[in-house]
Every structure is written in C-alpha cells, then in structure tokens.
C-alpha cells in the first residue's frame, strides 16, 4: 500500500519561510503526480500547488510567486518551498499522490478529489 508522510512544519513568523517535505513509498513515484494542500481551522481543504511527472508545476493565485513546488525521484520526495509566509497561511498542510495522466491538463490536478493518496498533515503556523 501507498504511504505518503510530511514532515517540516512548525511555527514561523510572518515574512519567514518554511521548506516542506513528503516522503512516498509503495508507488511508482515518477509515475505520480503531487500536490500539496491545506486546510485552515473551520474552513474547506484548498489546493496550494501541484507537480507533473514531467516536473511542470502550478500553483494557486494567492500563493505564486512565493511557493515553489519541486520534486527528487531519487528520494521519492516532493517539497513545498513556502517563502514570505503570511499569518492566514496558517493551516494543516497534506501532501497527495495520484497517478499521471499524461492527457490531462495540468489544471485537473487542483481538485482534491482527483487523488488517491494522502499523508496525515503537517502543522504550518505563522505568527503575526
């Protein structure tokens, strides 16, 4: 079975940065593509940005510019580069795995519901 666990969160304060990591087993892990999600307290699970299996990647508006996706398939590890960071960025951040569909467009991979597998979260909390 497929696992995906994160790991780098903790408490920042507004303007630093945080360097996210998801380590993958049980899957063809170049065969995937990635996303990261996150989701506030009381609030939906919303899309933070996603990686192709050709290393494409797409980000949600309110974060491009400042995150940056990337992957190491050695490693089978995707990260979630997050600089500037702001306090309503604070959030539960999940990594999720879904086989690439090479004839999709990468925007598909912005639905949460599109992925198989998902880690267990990581605390992000940024300090105002």
């Known amino acids: 079975q497929a696992q995906l666990v994160e790991s780098g969160g903790g408490l920042v304060q507004a303007g630093g940065s945080l360097r996210l990591s998801c380590a993958a087993s049980g899957l063809t892990f170049s065969s995937y593509a990635m996303g990261w999600f996150r989701q506030a307290p009381g609030k939906e699970r919303e899309f933070v940005a996603a990686i192709r299996r050709n290393n494409i990647g797409y980000y949600a508006d309110s974060v491009k510019g400042r995150f940056t996706i990337s992957r190491d398939n050695a490693k089978n590890t995707v990260f979630l580069q997050m600089n500037n960071l702001k306090p309503e960025e604070t959030a539960v951040y999940f990594c999720?795995?879904?086989?690439?569909?090479?004839?999709?467009?990468?925007?598909?991979?912005?639905?949460?519901?599109?992925?198989?597998?998902w880690g267990q979260g990581t605390q992000v909390t940024v300090s105002s």
């Open positions: 999720a795995a879904v086989a690439d569909r090479k004839s999709y467009a990468t925007s598909y991979y912005s639905t949460e519901g599109v992925y198989d597998y």
